[in-house]
């Protein structure tokens, strides 16, 4: 069965502090991973977009990467921001079958 | 471009009654999908169509459900009849490539229903 696995669940860290979440998955044939950010009350937003070529992709302070031999990928965010608290998205894509979704991390950035 | 369009916002309704959501994905996308999102099981697709045919209506729950896409600026969701357990919020989601591409999926901004 296509599943995507988050953790943790959720997170608080301080403002100006780094962190990582985590995803794995078991939905083959793979083909692409993603990222998204969803602030609460809006629709999700994409972060990255990897295949199975790449293994890490920046945008900003986020940084994602892919290990598709152990089906794992990581989202690190640096320098976090007050703005970064957010749930954040987990979703794979199979060929020729619709996206498999994370539940999502609830991150909370406190000052 | 406004981005993807979802009427109305929010959604307020007894029990029984018969509910429409309405999406305008963006221009020029061939791709649309329909999401429901809860706090038990996150995002969960419901249709979605390529082109404005359906390709995969796996995931609509039940009969009481029923999706169309008229035309390609155009899609609405009906519940018919609404139970409490459809609350939930409700995403539309445009896109220029089907699912397993590599072409962004852009959501708007949620329709949230209450079915008391």
């Known amino acids: 069965k296509n599943q995507v696995e988050q953790s943790p669940q959720s997170l608080i860290i301080l403002e100006g502090k780094n962190c990582t979440l985590q995803?794995?998955?078991?939905?083959?044939?793979?083909?692409?991973l993603r990222w998204y950010k969803q602030d609460t009350g809006r629709g999700p937003v994409s972060l990255t977009i990897m295949t199975f070529s790449e293994n890490t992709k920046s945008n900003g302070r986020y940084t994602a990467t892919l290990d598709a031999d152990t089906k794992q990928s990581s989202l690190h965010i640096t320098a976090s921001q007050l703005s970064d608290s957010a749930s954040y998205i987990c979703v794979v894509g199979a060929r020729d079958t619709p996206l498999v979704f994370g539940k999502g991390t609830r991150l909370s950035v406190i000052a | 471009d406004a981005g993807v369009i979802q009427s109305p916002r929010h959604e307020v309704t007894e029990m029984g009654q018969e509910v429409t959501l309405r999406c305008k994905p963006i221009s020029g996308h061939n791709s649309l999908f329909w999401y429901r999102q809860t706090m038990m099981r996150g995002l969960e697709l419901l249709i979605y169509f390529n082109n404005n045919v359906p390709i995969d209506d796996s995931g609509m729950p039940e009969d009481r459900f029923s999706a169309k896409m008229p035309n390609a600026s155009f899609s609405t969701l009906k519940i018919q009849p609404s139970e409490p357990r459809d609350s939930a919020v409700y995403f539309c989601?445009?896109?220029?490539?089907?699912?397993?591409?590599?072409?962004?999926?852009?959501f708007g901004p949620g329709t949230r229903l209450t079915v008391t």
């Open positions: 995803c794995n998955y078991t939905v083959s044939p793979f083909s692409n």
């Open positions: 989601a445009s896109s220029s490539e089907g699912t397993s591409g590599r072409a962004e999926q852009y």
